[in-house]
């Protein structure tokens, strides 16, 4: 069974700082994997979907990548800003497996 | 629909009670998907449709959930004799086809008393 696990649980950093959130899975067999983003009390918003033929997608100030044969997964945030603090969710959609997501809080 | 659209957005129900959630899909989505997350958790896998035919259903915890998919569009998910650890928000989640990346509604709130 598909096991996902982010870390750490909770990051807080000053606004301006880059930073980078993992998600690792036990089975590197997978189609794809995606990146939420959920805000307290809402549902949640995709940011990249990265298919398994893909190393990388970026969107704006975002950017994942996939090592499916390391069996991880990063999202690199760069310049954050207040704005960035949510929390951040990744999913092995092949699986249907989630990440329990990592609290980024970005202080000004 | 422009989005996944899940109604109702709140549900207070007492203990033992039977209710209903329901999932209007992207039109045109084939894949749906139920997940129920529980407070600072993950979302938890309950039960995947492709078309009409529920493809996969090992996350559903029991007998009292059961979700339906009639015309391969909009789906509901039925869930009998409520019980206090039901309590959770449900999502649900479309895609054009499985594997696919998923669109998310903004989650049913069920609150069993």
């Known amino acids: 069974k598909q096991e996902v696990t982010q870390i750490p649980a909770a990051l807080s950093v000053p606004e301006g700082e880059n930073l980078v959130l993992n998600c690792s899975f036990t089975?590197?067999?997978?189609?794809?994997l995606q990146w939420f983003r959920q805000d307290p009390g809402k549902g949640l918003t995709s940011l990249l979907l990265?298919?398994?033929?893909?190393r990388e997608q970026t969107s704006g100030r975002l950017n994942a990548s996939l090592d499916k044969s390391s069996g991880r997964s990063t999202l690199y945030i760069a310049a954050s800003q207040p704005g960035d603090s949510a929390t951040y969710l990744c999913a092995v959609i092949s699986d249907m497996r989630f990440g329990a997501g990592t609290r980024l809080t970005v202080k000004p | 629909g422009a989005g996944v659209s899940q109604t109702p957005s709140n549900k207070v129900t007492e203990k033992g009670k039977y209710v209903e959630l329901r999932c209007d899909p992207i039109s045109g989505h084939t894949a749906l998907y139920w997940y129920r997350q529980s407070l600072g958790q993950g979302p938890e896998f309950l039960i995947y449709f492709q078309g009409t035919g529920a493809a996969d259903d090992s996350g559903l915890p029991n007998d009292r959930f059961f979700a339906v998919r009639p015309e391969g569009s909009v789906s509901t998910l039925k869930i009998q004799r409520t019980e206090r650890g039901d309590s959770a928000v449900y999502l649900c989640?479309?895609?054009?086809?499985?594997?696919?990346?998923?669109?998310f509604g903004s989650g049913t709130r069920l609150t069993v008393v």
């Open positions: 089975d590197s067999a997978i189609y794809n």
């Open positions: 989640a479309s895609s054009p086809d499985p594997g696919g990346g998923y669109t």
């Open positions: 990265i298919q398994s033929s893909q």
